[in-house]
């Protein structure tokens, strides 16, 4: 079946860089997305990637895309403490191309 | 360009109450999508709209909620009646490409309701 997995929780400090990981089930993926939902708010696209690339850059954001091993991130560079908030890996797959979400990834960034 | 606005913002009802939710989307997009997340858990997909007809019901609890779309731009979507269960963030969001590989969804702030 469809399934994308987060790690929860990532702590950094202020500066440093961020790398969430994601993994995903489906290899008919077709793209792929980063969605950031600061508190109280609604989710943000920040950015996505085709399952054909590898890697994707934009501007602080790194995304790479493992397609064999099913694996994806996204690498934040410098980060800041308005980055702190929840991190979901998304998925368009199977036939009827329905967006499978992850669980999140709690991004704290500590002064 | 104004974005994807929700009302209320927040909702506190006792169980078995009903309540709604209204969503106005971005000016031009045909799909809205309402969708539930529950607190620690990504976005569950309640229904898509293509103007306003129904893609996608198939995760909507039919038995209690319910959603139109008239004249295929707001919506409004219906808990009748409300469970315990149902305490979560109701999330609309419009698209201007339904299900196209590249679309890129647009998310309200959500209405956070607490059933008591």
């Known amino acids: 079946g469809e399934d994308v997995e987060q790690s929860l929780f990532l702590s950094v400090r202020e500066g440093d860089s961020s790398v969430i990981n994601c993994t995903y089930t489906?290899?008919?993926?077709?793209?792929l997305y980063w969605y950031k939902q600061e508190p109280g708010a609604g989710l943000q696209l920040l950015t996505y990637?085709?399952?054909n690339m590898d890697m994707k850059q934009d501007q602080r954001l790194t995304v790479l895309l493992n397609k064999k091993d099913k694996h994806l991130s996204l690498r934040i560079a410098d980060t800041q403490t308005g980055d702190s908030a929840i991190y979901f890996c998304?998925?368009?797959?199977?036939?009827?191309?329905?967006?499978?979400w992850g669980l999140g990834t709690s991004l704290a960034v500590n002064p | 360009e104004a974005g994807v606005a929700q009302s209320p913002r927040y909702k506190i009802i006792e169980k078995r109450q009903s309540v709604a939710f209204w969503c106005n989307p971005i000016?031009?997009?045909?799909?809205l999508y309402w969708y539930q997340q529950i607190l620690g858990q990504g976005p569950k997909l309640l229904i898509q709209?293509?103007?306003?007809?129904?893609?996608?019901d198939s995760q909507l609890p039919k038995d209690r909620f319910s959603a139109e779309r008239l004249k295929g731009v707001d919506s409004t979507l219906k808990i009748q009646p409300a469970k315990l269960e149902d305490s979560a963030v109701y999330l609309c969001?419009?698209?201007?490409?339904?299900?196209?590989?590249?679309?890129?969804?647009?998310f309200g702030s959500g209405t956070q309701l607490s059933v008591l």
């Open positions: 709209f293509q103007n306003n007809g129904v893609v996608d």
């Open positions: 969001a419009s698209s201007p490409f339904p299900r196209e590989p590249n679309e890129k969804l647009f």
């Open positions: 990637i085709f399952s």
């Open positions: 000016s031009g997009h045909a799909t």
């Open positions: 489906d290899s008919s993926s077709t793209y």
């Open positions: 998304a998925e368009r797959a199977g036939n009827n191309r329905k967006l499978i």
